[in-house]
Structure formats: C-alpha cells, structure tokens
C-alpha cells in the first residue's frame, strides 16, 4: 500500500514552466513504475510520462521534448518538470505508482496554462 500527494500545479502563460511533485509514504525503490497521468475537462485520463524501477522513462507523444519526469529515491519523490507549456496542456494531473497486484492514485494537481 502507498498514499500518493501531488503539489506544484498553478496558473503558468503559455511558454512558462511548472514542476510537479508526487511524494510516496514509501519507499518507492521498489515500486515497479511511477506515472504521471492527466485529465482535461470531458476527454479521458491519459499517461503523460512513465519512469521504471530501474530508470527507463516513457513519454506521451505531445510532451516529448519538453516534459521529464524523474524520481529520487532517497527522498520517496517522482518529479515531472514541464516546460514550453502550452494551453493544451491544461489538465489535472495526477500520479501512479503500479504496484504487483493494483495501482495507487493520488488525488491529483491542477495545471492551468493561460494563452
């Protein structure tokens, strides 16, 4: 079991950047993969970013290039930071970590990028 909290969603301008931080009550060395996930108002969650246990990263296509997501381990802490932000991108996002038998949600971070 593992509680997730997420926090450093704001207002940005398009062009700006935002940090996220998803802080596990665990260690989350052995959690099989962390994500970052976001949802936009009447469109379905999506995966943004994804980073394994042992480092390999994943990225949805419309944020490569300027979304990285990382994690420390010393400090129970997934990282997404966002830059060249756009509008689009506008969304609640919320953080995984997929476990052997279920995954965990935190309740989520809203972004907002005004134009």
């Known amino acids: 079991q593992v509680q997730l909290v997420e926090s450093g969603g704001g207002l940005v301008q398009a062009g700006g950047s935002l940090r996220l931080s998803c802080a596990a009550s665990?260690?989350?060395?052995?959690?099989?993969?962390m994500g970052w996930y976001r949802q936009a108002p009447g469109k379905q969650r999506e995966l943004v970013a994804a980073i394994t246990s042992g480092g390999s990263t994943n990225y949805a296509d419309s944020v490569k290039g300027r979304f990285t997501i990382s994690r420390d381990n010393a400090k129970n802490t997934v990282y997404l930071q966002m830059n060249s932000l756009k509008p689009e991108d506008t969304a609640v996002y919320y953080c995984?970590?997929?476990?052997?038998?279920?995954?965990?949600w935190g309740q989520g971070t809203q972004v907002t990028v005004s134009s």
């Open positions: 665990r260690n989350i060395f052995t959690i099989n993969v």
């Open positions: 995984k970590a997929a476990l052997t038998f279920r995954d965990y």
